[in-house]
């Protein structure tokens, strides 16, 4: 059964415990969203996670969407969600001001998507690519553009896409052929067709806005020849209401291994009017502010469904009786003990728990960064925090959905058969999570990303931004006598993580496959030590309030057993990790193409 | 005729004059620079005076150092043409114009020994025509030696003689301009604008040419004839600016002029409308209100360019390099380019390429006489016969011939071959005969570049090698980019002891770059920085401490002959070596302050033994620490290595080799020298003030700082330095031994390396090659 209650205590630990010393500081400009209020936002997001999102996320996977005579119905029960979630001003929540947007910060805005990942991921989508798409038009589009067009998105009346696959071309875009022709009032005529666009067509708005990525028809050949285009769905009249219809139809939608709920469609434009956004053949730049963006939100995705995976495994291991525990009856008065009580079990169990926690701690540090890089008065502060979004952006994406998944496939093992079984819900959630290690930029791109990109950077300035954190924390509690052995071993995984780094970064200048080969590893290695990092600081919290006596002390010793469980059981994974990359290149790329 | 150049007379105190004059008191040779009397005022001196002075001001300095400044002896050619009568040879660089030029030879010959060589240094005047009317004696005593602007800098010399010519003073005019004066000689035939000019109007003629026809803009134009040809990166335009545009009609006028009918050049001889209002309105260059950029003052010192066919400045857009292999070095993908870039490229190198073939034999005796001119004297990467060597010869002759131009003879001599070849380990040229011959250095030339193809390294490693260059003696070769400094290098060193002390006598630290070493591979440093991998910083530093201290007492003399920049990690190792045997143009110095760090390879302590045991310091352990504290916290670097010399990073004894091309031979000598009865030093130990001193240097450097003239973070930095100085916990009666020292130097290097405005610091000069102020 799918059991979801956002957890709300761990979330305002990470926020307001864990991270209130990260080196960025107090915000000035975010002062006005005290933690009473960020609570009563998260309690808020909480209710509509559970109580409007939550119902509809069974039925929308089994009923799915259905395209008629060109028109996309999403699953009974979506336009009333949305509508709700909408007039609640939950599309609007991290929304520039200017546009009507709340300006909550980063970090509440990010466990309030987690929320709604957990409850509903195919629902997320929807507000989540409009999100996007205002980002690209805010930070790219003329004056006039904005106007028009962000009040109506910001507030999710209209809703946005991003077209850039097609179906010869994904992760390299450099191909694409749609043509954008410009046209005497400035604007442009684009036709083609696009591929695996997400509310690419629905019922939930009554305008939809399409980023579409085209060429001109003298562009330059590959990326450096590609430019942005706004294309309405309706070209809107002056007064702002959805106009005559703009040739963009529906070809079919896609038939997905989960994630049904939500509209993947074929586009068709068919010399549908749009205008430029950004420069011309600078496509790519406005693109890659909105990915960058999507990319930590998707990491969350996988967030938000490794832990509704754990919840609902939990609520079954309490719920099933099966066996007796090895150390004794626990259920006297039932035929079995409930499966909760076997190791195995709870070795499922505690792995989800504490890559949630791990991923979560993460996500409000990288999240504290975005609003640091916004909103951060001191320019070295903005810098340092704009180095550590480059380069964990990467991580979160792919570390979280990878977890994400593995959570996902772990609820199913704790069902055992039943999970198999649609009926029990969980299954649906491995389907769904699996998607968001591919798009966008699969997690190999991620990794390629960190250790092509990210790590030589600046001769490693981004890197400095992790790393210095972490060896300034490992040298101040290096003596601490309780927890020397938790030290001990972040600064074993970190020194791994170290020589890893030089490593890539040498063999990498003189072959750039000796890079790339040790890059999804290296991504994990690097993800491996952030968690546990932050797993030993939450540890030095837990202890303190315990012994301060604080009056959750439930909470808190489950943090620090949570913590050592991930000290014990899966920080082990970064010496495999660092063994995988010191091997290199060789035996990985040795076969001839024909012998496989 | 034997006897050698003890004192020598430039006449006419203009730019090249002076700047000549200052090069032969470079060399410690005495010097008369004479010029004409003024028509006003009382000093008779006051022109010569007058350049002296100046040069005295100018940047980059004409003067090796204060003391070569007073060898300059100045005068007049009224009052003083007789002391001619006391030099071995009379430079004159007079306006270009003949009556002057051979009224003066006829006064000069009634004043001058027979036997005191005269030389001209015109560059557009036939040689015959200045000797008309002069005496057989005269016109033996006579040559053409043409000098590039800077005389100190530019390495070319052009010595032209004619038939009359003796061959003993030409000898010795050669001798004395390349061991004394530092100069590279090429020999060239009395023809107009010699080799180097001939050749560099003639491109500049085609660049400018083909930027009008083609229609391209001046940064187009230079990014394309600039750094992908291997040319300076100011390109052609930019070049023009440099040297004067109103320079440009009286070479052209020149040369045209002077040159055959039928030569290329006459055809090409354009003048351009836009350039001749340009000079008419003062836009004559660097010099003038501006040239084809400017800085417009008025517009908060916007940069500007002008456009080519408007003639209005504007501002400057930057030309990004041709994409691909063709911005990269490629020429044969440069002139194939597609577009505009293509056909600039090949207007320019092709037309330049084809000219300076067909000046062999007439210009220059043999095609390296044709490269050395160019490279030497318009600092071209390659000259036209290596460019053509990688172009193809063959495939340059089917080009202009498709494009029914003429193809030069030495061409069709080529063929398919190369105009250099390496046979045997020896650098040969093709000759007009068809035939291969070796590449002859002059005696007391050697050269590792040579040597390396001659032989394999006796050890390698990534970032350096180690070489044997012969009599039993070896060379350390840095070879990483910049001749940056690692652990690699590190390693070899301590690998080379060993090796050096059972099979060979000495050790050479030398190599062929333009720079010794740029000191610490600080972008591996920093990298490590940034991921907080102090211990690997830490091995770095001692590593690099203990290598030094086993070059200083391994068993076997170990000599440094640095050129260039020798700074940071590159001024220590050579504090470590028993003798020194520098380029005069060295520039050294212990530079780490500036990126917010202090000398960690046993700089400090190799510095103050120095000036601990200089006897024109006062005694007491404070006044040697002082100066070692004031030079290393200002970064204060030689500008030549005269000035090393005042500044203790050259010893007294240590030697200068004026001459690039002899400065391995030359260390190869000294270190041979010091081979018999070679002993190691003997451990320094220091007296150092503790405490109180390190309060004291605080004090000085408080003033800096209240002065603004020291930040707030070199106040920390230099704090660093003062800690270490003066030995931390010191205490006056206590000695601290060399180990002891460098210790407190690791220790305190390691504190300041983890400093965030330390690494801001050293993140700056990496990206953007200058230092943060922080």
């Known amino acids: ?596 | 005729m034997s006897q050698s150049i003890q004192k020598v007379c430039v006449i006419g105190a203009g730019t090249m004059g002076a700047g000549i004059a200052a090069q032969v008191a470079n060399a410690g040779v005495p010097v008369l620079l004479l010029d004409i009397v003024p028509k006003d005022g009382t000093n008779r001196n006051a022109v010569a005076e007058g350049a002296v002075a100046k040069m005295l001001k100018t940047e980059p300095a004409p003067f090796m150092s204060k003391a070569a400044a007073k060898l300059v002896e100045t005068g007049n050619i009224e009052d003083d043409l007789d002391k001619v009568a006391g030099c071995d040879w009379v430079i004159e660089a007079v306006i270009e114009r003949l009556d002057i030029k051979q009224s003066l030879y006829a006064r000069l010959e009634a004043v001058k020994r027979d036997g005191t060589a005269v030389s001209s240094n015109t560059s557009t005047i036939p040689l015959a025509q200045l000797v008309e009317g002069r005496s057989d004696a005269f016109k033996r005593d006579f040559l053409i030696t043409h000098f590039f602007n800077p005389p100190r800098y530019m390495r070319l010399l052009e010595i032209v003689t004619g038939p009359d010519t003796d061959v003993g003073v030409a000898a010795k005019v050669e001798q004395f301009a390349d061991v004394a004066m530092g100069k590279t000689v090429v020999h060239a035939s009395d023809t107009p604008g010699f080799i180097a000019n001939r050749i560099g109007t003639y491109w500049i003629q085609l660049g400018l040419n083909a930027a009008f026809d083609l229609g391209l803009t001046v940064e187009q134009a230079d990014a394309i004839a600039g750094k992908p040809m291997g040319v300076p990166k100011t390109g052609i335009f930019g070049l023009v600016d440099l040297v004067g545009i109103d320079l440009m009609p009286h070479l052209q006028a020149s040369l045209t002029s002077t040159l055959p009918k039928d030569d290329p050049y006459q055809a090409i001889a354009r003048t351009h409308p836009l350039i001749e209002k340009m000079i008419r309105d003062g836009y004559t260059g660097r010099k003038g209100k501006g040239g084809f950029y400017r800085l417009n003052k008025e517009q908060g010192r916007r940069k500007e360019t002008i456009d080519l066919a408007s003639g209005e400045y504007r501002e400057t857009i930057r030309a990004s390099a041709p994409s691909g292999p063709a911005g990269k070095g490629n020429l044969r993908a440069l002139v194939e380019a597609k577009g505009q870039t293509g056909a600039y490229a090949w207007a320019v190198l092709g037309g330049t390429l084809a000219y300076a073939a067909a000046l062999v034999p007439s210009a220059a005796a043999d095609v390296v006489a044709i490269d050395d001119a160019m490279k030497l004297g318009y600092n071209w990467k390659a000259g036209p016969f290596e460019m053509i060597d990688t172009l193809g010869a063959a495939w340059l002759a089917a080009r202009l011939e498709a494009e029914g131009q003429p193809v030069p003879e030495i061409l069709k001599i080529a063929g398919d071959r190369t105009f250099y070849r390496v046979e045997d380990g020896k650098r040969q040229f093709l000759g007009l005969d068809g035939e291969y011959h070796d590449i002859v250095r002059p005696h007391g030339v050697l050269r590792l570049a040579d040597i390396k193809l001659a032989s394999k390294p006796l050890l390698r490693n990534a970032s350096a090698a180690l070489w044997d260059i012969g009599e039993g003696v070896v060379a350390l070769e840095f070879t990483g980019k910049m001749n940056a400094l690692d652990g690699e290098v590190m390693k070899l060193i301590v690998e080379a002891i060993p090796l050096v002390a059972a099979k060979y006598k000495a050790l050479v630290v030398y190599n062929d770059a333009d720079n010794f070493s740029v000191g610490a591979n600080l972008g591996l440093a920093l990298f490590a920085l940034n991921i907080a991998a102090y211990s690997e910083i830490e091995k770095l530093v001692a590593g690099g401490q203990m290598a030094y201290k086993g070059l200083k007492y391994a068993p076997f003399p170990v000599v440094g002959a640095p050129a260039g920049m020798a700074v940071g990690g590159g001024c220590e190792i050579l504090l470590h070596c028993d003798a020194i045997q520098a380029h005069a143009e060295l520039y050294t110095g212990l530079v780490e302050c500036g990126v917010g760090l202090i000398p960690g390879w046993g700089g400090n302590g190799e510095l103050l033994d120095r000036w601990q045991k200089n006897k024109f310091l006062p005694k007491g352990p404070m006044p040697a620490v002082a100066k070692v504290f004031e030079t290393v916290s200002t970064a204060s670097v030689s500008r030549s290595a005269a000035q090393a010399k005042e500044m203790l990073f050259l010893r007294a004894d240590d030697a200068i080799t004026m001459n690039r091309d002899r400065l391995l031979y030359d260390a190869r000598e000294k270190a041979l020298a010091l081979v018999d009865g070679y002993t190691a030093p003997e451990p320094p130990t220091f007296r150092l003030p503790g405490e109180s001193g390190r309060v004291g240097l605080g004090m000085a450097a408080e003033g800096f700082h209240k002065q603004g003239k020291a930040t707030d973070y070199d106040m920390v930095v230099s704090d660093a330095l003062a800690n270490v100085l003066s030995g931390g916990e010191a205490d006056l009666v206590e000695t601290v031994s060399e180990q002891e020292l460098l210790k407190l130097e690791r220790e305190t290097f390691m504190r300041l390396v983890r400093e965030p405005r330390s690494i801001a610091r050293v993140e700056h000069m990496l990206e953007t090659g200058k230092p943060l102020r922080n």
């Open chain 1, 1 to 596: 059964m799918q059991v979801y209650e956002a957890p709300l205590r761990d979330m305002r630990f990470v926020i307001h415990e864990l991270h209130n010393d990260d080196g960025f500081g107090n915000i000035a400009a975010l002062e006005e969203f005290t933690p009473d209020l960020v609570d009563a936002v998260l309690e808020e997001a909480a209710k509509v996670a559970q109580e409007v999102l939550l119902p509809i996320n069974r039925s929308g996977d089994v009923e799915g969407c259905t395209l008629e005579n060109g028109v996309v119905r999403t699953p009974s029960g979506f336009k009333e969600a949305y509508t709700m979630f909408r007039e609640g001003g939950w599309c609007a929540l991290a929304s520039d001001p200017e546009w009507g947007g709340q300006g909550l910060p980063e970090v509440v805005n990010k466990m309030t998507e987690e929320m709604i990942c957990s409850a509903n991921l195919a629902f997320s989508l929807y507000p989540g690519l409009t999100h996007g798409a205002t980002t690209a038009i805010e930070g790219y589009a003329n004056e006039d553009l904005k106007r028009f067009y962000l009040p109506k998105m910001v507030s999710g009346e209209w809703s946005g896409t991003m077209c850039l696959t097609e179906s010869h071309c994904g992760t390299d875009l450099g191909m694409l052929r749609t043509k954008a022709v410009p046209q005497d009032d400035g604007s442009y005529k684009l036709t083609g067709s696009k591929i695996f666009i997400s509310a690419g067509e629905h019922d939930l708005a009554e305008n939809i806005i399409h980023l579409v990525l085209a060429r001109m028809p003298d562009a330059p050949a590959g990326v450096k020849g590609i430019s942005l285009f706004l294309v309405p769905k309706y070209v809107p009249k002056d007064d702002g209401t959805p106009g005559p219809s703009n040739g963009v139809s529906v070809a079919a939608i896609e038939h997905k291994m989960g994630l049904k709920a939500s509209a993947t469609c074929q586009l068709n434009f068919d010399g549908s009017t749009g205008w430029l956004v950004g420069r011309e053949n600078k496509g790519m730049e406005a693109m890659f502010t909105m990915m960058n963006t999507e990319r930590v939100s998707v990491g969350i995705q996988g967030l938000g469904v490794g832990e509704a995976a754990y919840q609902s495994a939990v609520w079954y291991a309490k719920d099933r009786l099966q066996g007796r525990s090895l150390s004794g009856v626990k259920n006297p008065n039932g035929p079995a003990d409930p499966i909760i009580v076997h190791p195995d079990v709870r070795r499922m169990l505690m792995t989800m728990r504490a890559y949630n926690e791990g991923c979560r701690a993460l996500s409000a540090w990288v999240s504290r960064a975005l609003d640091a890089e916004k909103h951060a008065a001191d320019p070295e502060v903005k810098q340092r925090a704009t180095d550590f979004v480059a380069l964990m952006t990467p991580v979160v994406k792919a570390l979280f959905t990878d977890l994400g998944h593995e959570s996902a496939h772990l609820a199913v093992q704790v069902y055992g058969g039943h999970g198999y079984i649609a009926e029990s819900g969980v299954e649906q959630f491995a389907r769904d999570a699996r998607i968001a290690m591919i798009y966008e930029g699969t997690n190999g791109i991620q990794a390629l990303d960190l250790v092509g990109r990210k790590l030589p950077a600046h001769m490693g300035r981004y890197l400095r931004s992790f790393f210095h954190p972490v060896s300034q924390f490992i040298e101040a509690h290096k003596a601490d006598a309780q927890f020397k052995p938790m030290i001990e071993a972040l600064e074993k995984a970190f020194g791994a993580l170290q020589l890893s780094t030089g490593t890539i970064a040498q063999k990498g200048m003189k072959d750039p496959e000796e890079a790339a080969a040790a890059a999804t590893d290296y991504l994990r290695l690097l993800g491996l030590v952030g968690m546990a990092f932050c797993f030993a600081k939450s540890a030095l919290i837990a202890r303190d309030q315990l012994a301060g006596g604080t009056g959750e002390a439930a909470f808190y010793k489950a943090k620090l057993a949570t913590a050592q469980f991930y000290f014990d059981r899966i920080l082990p994974q970064a010496t495999t990790a660092f063994l995988a990359i010191k091997a290199g290149k060789a035996s990985m790329m040795a076969l001839e193409d024909a012998a496989f």
